[in-house]
């Protein structure tokens, strides 16, 4: 039995379903509404109507076939009932089901609280009925039980935060700065009733610090993506940006619609630490890719016969260009070897520039060929410290036994992924950015591409280690030859080849088992 949205504006009698078992009893006269039929709609709504007219309430009973059993108490609009014309938005009531044609009474809307027995234990004796957003679904939706007893709104900043400390009903009991040192934090927090959630906007960074100290203070601590807060701000009055608004949109956005929350990993000293270190990693990678484009930029204008042969995957090359420099330091130092020769046969295919254009070409390629080495050095020691880190780590050794995937990947994600999290592969894949994103308006489906979310680092780690088995006999090798053969180019097969992949990962991290084809 489902009631529909309309309810709150005057559409007392529910969408009836042929499903068995759902009858409305009001004493001492039971009216079954089970039959799906316009008559018996509209005599439960003159039953109704004409009790409500004579000031009478209503105790109107749900009976499922299952354990549960809730009831709903209703009795005629009273002025008290009513909330400010300024507080809320509505549209006129209607009438039944069937009979809101113009000329038609328009009955006294109801106002409901559902009381579930105790029971069933579906919902706390003063939570409020909250209807489920899917039609299809004959079920009324409770607000959960475990709602906390206030929400902090944290807005972080580097020196200072403001925080704003709403209760369950949305009262605002404080809202004040504080600033971002652990005295503060904790008198903060101390002074927050028992049960109080905590709600950050940014848990690295600025924010981590008040993470710690609210888990240290024994404090539930919730994260709210930026972008979420910036959308959920366009729901409230007001246009200002202020760090006291911001704070008030975080928590009234919690407590509002906890689904937009994330958690916060918090996980043990051997995987803080090997995250930390691998976010160190990529930082290097990324300064290591920056000096090569660079270093091609240099000499790519000196000399473009050089560029063509250099390597700098290479290590013989980048010994050689952090030793001598360009093409013409490289022909007069005299150095052997077949990189040597190539950048010889560079220079005398081109005209030597003036002396003072060579000096800083040399000076500018050992400086960003040396950086390059050291990067590289760098992102190989931290990638051994990771993996001693992960080395007992049951996770992290069954990730490895999983087609395509090597250490660097496992401790991706390993350190990434809060498996929990996930109820599901498809809720994985998205966060991860390999799942299909379709837009659709009733009967057509306008198209169906690869999203551009998620974790860009998770995302190219996963597509990009399906290579090795792009040519294997084994099952990802036939999908992928598949694919090939239904006309995908390679991009999109191996991006499907990545998807079916992660149903394997999600059941490998979710149950901690080797993999097994």
Sequence with gaps: ????????????????SNIPGRTFRNPPHPENATHYSAKNRVAVSQALDATLAQGMSITVEIVSPGPSRATIEARPERAADRAPAHGRTSLP???????CRRGTRRPRRLIGKCRAGAAAGNVSAEG???????????????APSTRPAAVLGLDVGKSSHWACLI???????????????EAELDALFASAPAGTLVVVDQFRNIGSLAVRRARAAGLGVAYLPGLAASRAAGLFAGEAKTDERDA??????????????SGVPGRGEALEAARALSSQRDHVVACATRDKNRLRAVLLESCPALEAAVDLSDRRWLELLAGFGGAWGIARS??????????GEAAAASTAPPPALIEAENRQVRFLAARISEALDEAGALEAETAALLEGDETYACLLTVPGIGPRTAAQLAVSVDIGRFPDHDHLASYCGIAPRVRSSGTSVRSVRASRRGD???????IFSCNSLVRSSGRYGEYYRACRARGMGHGRALKAVARKRLRAIYAVMRDRVPYRE
């Design 334 to 343: 005299g150095a052997e070897g077949p990189q040597a020769e190539a950048a």
């Design 167 to 181: 209760d369950r009903d949305g009262e605002v009991l404080s809202s004040a700065p504080v600033r971002n040192r």
């Design 456 to 462: 860009a680092r998770l995302k190219s780690l996963l």
């Design 93 to 99: 009531p209607r009438g039944p089901v069937g009979c």
């Design 128 to 142: 409020e009925a909250i209807r489920s957003n899917d039609y299809r679904k004959d079920t009324t939706v409770k």
């Design 1 to 16: 039995m489902r009631f529909p949205f309309e309810a709150h504006q005057g559409n007392r009698i529910p969408f009836q």
């Design 248 to 261: 008030a949109v975080i928590a009234r956005t919690a407590l509002g619609v906890p689904d937009s929350l």
